[in-house]
């Protein structure tokens, strides 16, 4: 799956990997090859990020999942047991 940016998130990403290049590492660089770099790490790098994000999910979610018996338990037969705690109940 290929990770997509819209228009402005990557118009975002370009001038913040020029600032990081200029800042940090002192290379002035325009927008077609901070655009370039931009795509080579959506392509190269991103999935990297994406499947751990994705795995970090599954994960959780598992764990919500083995909770859900205690979460929404109910115990059967309570009928009796509730009728003879209430007050004025019948026995």
């Known amino acids: 799956m290929a990770i997509e940016l819209d228009r402005a998130e990557r118009e975002q990403a370009v001038d913040s990997l020029q600032r ?3 800042a940090e590492l002192d290379e002035r660089v325009g927008n077609v090859a901070a655009g370039a770099l931009l795509g ?3 392509e190269e790098i991103a999935p990297l990020v994406f499947n751990q994000a994705v795995a ?3 994960e959780r979610l598992s764990q ?3 909770e859900v018996d205690v979460e929404v ?3 059967a037969f309570q009928y ?3 009728r003879a705690a209430r007050p004025g109940g019948r026995r």
């Open 20 to 22: 990081y290049l200029e």
């Open 40 to 42: 080579f790490f959506l």
């Open 56 to 58: 970090q999910v599954q």
């Open 64 to 66: 919500r999942i083995a």
């Open 73 to 75: 338990h109910e115990d």
């Open 80 to 82: 009796w047991s509730r």
